[in-house]
């Protein structure tokens, strides 16, 4: 365990040594407005308008795009649908999309012969032909979830067991240990530590105390698990050993992620430590409920958890790490709730109220559907095939096979690194989003081309099953390209239709010489960070096994992290570009045909399913009719489509009731959603380049700013 917090701290000071030389000049970002402007060889001028997404499986995007092609001789353009394909590779943290490998399999223009059709899909694959394309990953996800709303990722069985619950009307810091305290002696001294926890929990053979520090101070207790309070007296032996382990350990300080206090001026928290899994709700004082607009719920305004209280059924609801639990008291008993049978007062919760982050949560919302589309998209990067992992290395010297439930593999509890045994002559290991393959556990190990499938029939049950969100796309000689979704990270979308953190299995950790976690449910305050990118967020410290500097267990996890735009490929230096292509053909120097962004020209015309182009005129509908005829009004009553009640942030709207005035292979209804889906993917793309980009933070707990943040309650950030 010190040795892993010893090359973090050594990382961090490299990082330090390098941001005081000077800083290269930034790399100009790419323009991803539309549409897009390209030239033929012939001088045919092509505009190429938004594209709407139709799939978005693995690396692959399916998509129709509308069109314009004007020739020399031609006073007007002749509009068309193009349907095309691409590889994605995805940036989340820029919000970047770089469309490669492009290409336009069908097309449709309205009015053309069949001769002429063939001549315009001729100048099209001239005019756009190059490898890279430069989009907003924002504006491809949210026209999926708003126009699509479906996702085709396998859902797994999750556990539910309702962890130990703490309710607290006091300020309190849960510090959380892996099971039973397990005591190792510190090198050259005759202290002991506890070492399977993110905390310094020391004890002197003198002294039968345990001894934490936390909040700048030593805290005192006969055994983990009774009341803490501050220490009187510290044997010198342990100030010493605390000076030499140097910030090897977490501190505990009692600040939120910028560095704010959590805890009032004055106030000395409660401590609790707990041994097995637990979750720490708190108030500011006694509850104070507050009603929810619409709805027979009231929720608890002084607190930082999300806690609901149903006037119908007398009942408290509580969500942890995803999951909903009932009591009748909130000091429990607690016993978990499927989703699908919350009361019907939970999906009327207005989405802008300070809980509509708990619209996720619920089967059918928008919301919920969004969630699991955005749990589906991979952060992706092309790697060299001479990148080298972190030494695998077994305590012990030996690796200490264990069968992995359901399978025929095996994994090394005994090592840093999620090692797998696949077949004698067959090892492999991820770090960092990057698979490696050995013929011996020993290694050495080469970046993989490929990934036995089986590895993918890992099981929730298993602590392995993790690594199951990283794949492996495609290949070149030099390079392999690469990808995870947020489920590397610890989200799973269940069989109950929503996305939870955690499988709710609990892994008994290994402890050897060294403690090497398994991914938690609970205990660090898992919560929503709805905003720019969906995901979880930490709301305190913890240890995480798959990410990690060199990739093993043992990694602090910032409580301001939001785990959908953290990028481990960042973590390889020039071994990876995440969610580029390679240094010779990047989207900054090469962009489909010479694409052009058309600067003035409106992005309001849209590509119909059914082969018609239409547009968008201040809310009113026109079709397309082919070169001669030009466009025509699409009459109508909206109808019930215009504005269904429940929206998503940023005005998203579930999917609407089709309305009775349905257009030639279209509905008013879906062409609204398409046009609203693309103002808010732009909307979401332009906010993620404002100044201060992907903002927000947890902000909860005592003096932290309460419920709530820029982005909300989860907030921005990365894994430090």
């Not at 190990?445 to 089986?454: K, L, N, Y």
């Not at 089709?658 to 909307?683: I, K, M, Y």
Request: charged residues 15%.
């Amino acid at each position: 365990m010190i040795r892993l917090l010893a090359a973090a701290a050594g990382l961090a000071l490299t990082c330090l040594a390098a941001a005081q030389a000077p800083a290269p000049a930034p790399t100009p970002a790419p323009d991803v407005a539309w549409p897009r402007q390209a030239k033929g060889a012939d001088g045919t001028v092509v505009m190429v308008y938004q594209p709407q997404i139709e799939s978005w499986a693995d690396s692959r995007v399916a998509a129709r795009a509308a069109v314009a092609v004007k020739r020399p001789a031609e006073e007007e353009p002749r509009y068309g649908v193009i349907e095309l394909s691409a590889r994605a590779d995805i940036d989340k943290a820029s919000d970047l999309a770089t469309l490669s490998e492009l290409r336009i399999t069908k097309s449709s223009f309205p009015g053309a012969s069949e001769a002429e059709t063939k001549q315009y899909l001729d100048t099209l694959r001239s005019a756009v032909k190059r490898t890279s394309w430069p989009v907003s990953a924002q504006a491809l996800q949210a026209n999926l979830a708003i126009t699509q709303a479906r996702s085709k990722q396998k859902a797994q069985p999750v556990k539910n067991d309702p962890p130990q619950i703490l309710f607290r009307t006091v300020p309190s810091m849960l510090i959380m240990v892996d099971g039973e305290p397990a005591l190792r002696p510190l090198k050259d001294t005759s202290v002991q530590r506890v070492i399977n926890t993110a905390a310094l929990i020391l004890q002197a053979p003198a002294a039968p105390s345990f001894y934490l520090w936390a909040l700048g101070r030593w805290w005192q207790a006969k055994t983990l698990t009774e009341a803490w309070e501050p220490a009187v007296s510290v044997p010198p032996s342990l100030e010493q050993a605390r000076a030499a382990l140097d910030k090897q350990y977490q501190p505990f300080d009692g600040k939120d992620g910028g560095g704010k206090p959590l805890f009032d001026a004055g106030v000395t928290p409660r401590i609790i430590v707990a041994t097995k899994p637990t979750e720490l709700l708190q108030s500011k004082g006694e509850p104070q409920m507050t009603p929810i607009p619409g709805t027979q719920l009231l929720y608890m305004a002084n607190s930082p958890n999300d806690i609901l209280f149903d006037l119908a059924a007398q009942t408290y609801y509580i969500l942890v790490s995803g999951r909903w639990f009932s009591a009748k008291t909130m000091n429990g008993p607690w016993s978990h709730v499927p989703p699908k049978s919350l009361p019907a007062d939970f999906a009327k919760i207005p989405p802008g109220h300070a809980m509509g982050d708990l619209l996720a949560t619920v089967p059918g919302t928008a919301q919920a559907r969004e969630a699991a589309i955005a749990n589906d998209i991979p952060q992706t990067a092309t790697v060299q095939r001479d990148v080298q992992p972190t030494a695998v290395v077994f305590d012990g010297g030996e690796p200490k096979w264990k069968p992995i439930d359901g399978t025929s593999l095996q994994y090394a509890p005994n090592s840093q690194s999620p090692v797998i045994w696949v077949n004698p002559k067959g090892y492999y290991v991820v770090q960092n989003g990057v698979w490696f393959v050995a013929g011996a556990p020993a290694g050495p190990w080469a970046v993989a081309a490929s990934v036995p499938a089986v590895i993918y029939s890992i099981p929730p049950s298993s602590p392995m099953h993790y690594v199951t969100y990283v794949r492996v796309y495609s290949s070149t000689p030099t390079t392999v390209f690469v990808g995870y979704t947020p489920g590397y990270y610890g989200t799973v979308m269940t069989t109950d239709g929503v996305v939870v953190y955690g499988t709710g299995y609990y892994y008994p950790a290994y402890v050897g010489t060294y403690w090497y976690p398994y991914p938690p449910t609970y205990g660090y305050g898992v919560g929503f960070s709805v905003g720019f990118f969906w995901g979880f967020a930490m709301a305190g410290g913890g240890y995480y096994r798959p990410c990690c500097y060199g990739g093993g267990g043992g990694v602090y996890v910032s409580h301001h992290n939001n785990i959908n735009i953290d990028n481990s490929y960042n973590r390889w230096g020039n071994g990876a570009q995440a969610g580029q292509l390679p240094a010779n053909n990047r989207v900054q120097s090469k962009q489909v045909g010479n694409t052009t962004v058309a600067k003035g020209a409106g992005n309001n015309v849209y590509a119909g399913r059914d082969g018609n182009v239409y547009r968008n005129e201040g809310g009113d509908w026109q079709k397309y009719d082919g070169r001669g005829n030009g466009w025509s009004d699409v009459g109508g009553d909206r109808g019930q489509a215009a504005r269904p009640d429940n929206q998503l942030p940023g005005g998203q709207t579930r999917d609407a009731p089709r309305a009775s005035n349905s257009l030639p292979g279209e509905t008013r209804g879906s062409l609204d959603r398409q046009a609203q889906s693309r103002d808010v993917g732009n909307q979401r793309a332009a906010e993620a380049r404002s100044p201060g980009g992907y903002g927000g933070g947890y902000g909860g707990g005592y003096g932290g700013g309460g419920r709530g943040g820029g982005g909300g309650r989860g907030g921005g950030g990365g894994r430090r």
